[in-house]
């Protein structure tokens, strides 16, 4: 039964204040620290598309994804969350939840695997507010100790599915970008996925405006203060001129 998300929330609201977020969509294993998030962005409209067809509701009321991997031994547990783009509606898949042992059946590989699987079912009013805008947002959190994910050769898009359903009608949500997201940890930034801070650089009209003024400035200083000394200099001069007849007079 799926229920409103509460005692994580802080956690995950938190994450992208003070965290790096890595595309890992293309790679084909991640290493899945504790206190790690994997975000996998889930549209609807395919679901939307068919439903309409048939006349059903377009949003989903039933959601369930799988996450296979290699086998991993670890006590894994996992939050799994499902919210709107914006954050501002979620809804948890229940407990914690760890990898179970499988099986997979691929062109590219074939063999034992882990699996990680969720389900919850979704009112319509509910499900419109995490779909309605834009695709919604699958998180797993990684609340036990670190481990690697993913399933080599295949990417860690294609290592998860996702199904949308309702009305009897079950689609498989095609996936956009998966996100890892690490929080900063000893208050380092992870340099190589951060964006370079942008340093302005001074425009060289500005430039070149500015030195033109500057010069401007300095010769109306300088040209001021050669006038106020010829002046003083004059001044000098005339007082002297007009003090000698009044000394020979005193003579």
Same mark, same amino acid.
Request: hydrophobic residues 45%.
């Given at each position: 039964?799926?229920?409103?998300?509460?005692?994580? $929330?802080?956690?995950?609201?938190?994450?992208?204040?003070?965290?790096?977020?890595?595309?890992?969509?293309?790679?084909?294993?991640?290493?899945?620290?504790?206190?790690?998030?994997?975000?996998?962005?889930?549209?609807?409209?395919?679901?939307?598309?068919?439903?309409?067809?048939?006349? @059903?509701?377009?949003?989903?009321?039933?959601?369930?994804?799988?996450?296979?991997?290699?086998?991993?031994?670890?006590?894994?547990?996992?939050?799994?969350?499902?919210?709107?783009?914006?954050?501002?509606?979620?809804?948890?898949?229940? $407990?914690?939840?760890?990898?179970?042992?499988?099986?997979?059946?691929?062109?590219?590989?074939?063999?034992?695997?882990?699996?990680?699987?969720?389900?919850?079912?979704?009112?319509?009013?509910?499900?419109?507010?995490?779909?309605?805008?834009?695709?919604?947002? @699958?998180?797993?959190?990684? $609340?036990?100790?670190?481990?690697?994910?993913?399933?080599?050769?295949?990417?860690?898009?294609?290592?998860?599915?996702?199904?949308?359903?309702?009305?009897?009608?079950?689609?498989?949500?095609?996936?956009?970008?998966?996100?890892?997201?690490?929080?900063?940890?000893?208050?380092?930034?992870?340099?190589?996925?951060?964006?370079?801070?942008?340093?302005?650089?001074?425009?060289?009209?500005?430039?070149?405006?500015?030195?033109?003024?500057?010069?401007?400035?300095?010769?109306?200083?300088?040209?001021?203060?050669?006038?106020?000394?010829?002046?003083?200099?004059?001044?000098?001069?005339?007082?002297?001129?007009?003090?000698?007849?009044?000394?020979?007079?005193?003579?």
């Amino acid at each position: 039964m799926a229920y409103r998300w509460c005692g994580l $929330a802080a956690i995950l609201v938190a994450l992208p204040l003070g965290a790096a977020t890595i595309d890992v969509s293309d790679q084909a294993v991640a290493l899945f620290d504790t206190g790690d998030a994997l975000s996998f962005k889930v549209p609807s409209w395919n679901f939307a598309i068919d439903a309409a067809n048939f006349g @059903l509701p377009v949003y989903p009321t039933e959601v369930g994804f799988a996450f296979v991997s290699a086998a991993e031994d670890s006590l894994t547990q996992i939050q799994a969350v499902l919210e709107s783009s914006d954050g501002s509606v979620s809804v948890s898949f229940g $407990a914690p939840i760890g990898f179970v042992p499988g099986t997979f059946q691929g062109f590219r590989y074939w063999g034992p695997v882990s699996v990680l699987e969720g389900s919850l079912h979704l009112s319509e009013a509910l499900s419109q507010q995490l779909f309605g805008s834009s695709p919604a947002v @699958l998180i797993l959190l990684n $609340a036990g100790p670190s481990l690697t994910v993913g399933l080599p050769p295949y990417t860690m898009q294609q290592d998860m599915n996702v199904s949308l359903g309702g009305g009897g009608l079950r689609v498989g949500a095609p996936l956009g970008r998966v996100s890892l997201v690490e929080p900063l940890r000893g208050g380092l930034a992870l340099m190589d996925s951060q964006d370079p801070i942008d340093t302005p650089e001074p425009r060289s009209e500005l430039l070149l405006f500015g030195g033109g003024a500057l010069l401007c400035a300095l010769s109306k200083l300088c040209r001021s203060k050669l006038s106020r000394g010829a002046e003083g200099s004059l001044e000098r001069d005339s007082d002297k001129l007009a003090a000698r007849p009044h000394a020979s007079l005193l003579k």
